[in-house]
């Protein structure tokens, strides 16, 4: 029998976090998020080698960092290089949950012109997430349109 490239319950690109206390982030994502836990491998010096989370149907992988190895946690760097975005049924239940757990709002829940409603956050551990619910199917076409619409709205300097 053939083994799948890609293992049971994890996609072709799958998050891979660093974080400064992995212990308490998967406690954060599960508050947040209603991550569950899914492994956890201790390291040496009380630091986590590597954990799995499950946030709906999407598996993130996480681990502490290790300077010494070059592995650096936002916090370290100054700030995060990438985001995650999470699709939810309710995106402003959601959001509030997520800052009740810790997390700082970056910017408001609303309704945004490619038919999404989101917001964005900030963890406890300097990872960016938006957090979203698909309200509208849009085609591309009608995305730009909507997209030039509110570029012209805005001032030169605001673009």
Known sequence: MAVNPIPEGYSSV???????????????????????EVMRIDGPHNKIWHAEIQIGNARVMLADE????????????????ASMLIYVDDV???????????????????????????????D?????WSIATH????????????SQALLNKCKPNQA
Do not use: N, W
């Open 135 to 146: 309200k509208e199917d849009l085609s591309d076409e009608e995305i730009r349109s909507r």
């Open 14 to 36: 799958t998050p891979y976090l660093i974080v400064s206390d992995t212990a308490s982030a998967i406690t954060f994502y599960e508050k947040a998020f209603d991550a569950t």
């Open 66 to 81: 290790f300077i010494e190895m070059g592995i650096h946690c936002p916090k370290t760097l100054g700030g995060a290089g």
């Open 92 to 122: 402003d239940a959601m959001f509030v949950q997520a800052i009740a757990a810790g997390a700082a709002k970056l910017r408001a829940v609303q309704d945004q012109f490619y038919g999404d409603r989101s917001g964005m956050l900030r």
């Open 124 to 128: 406890p551990f300097g990872h960016i």
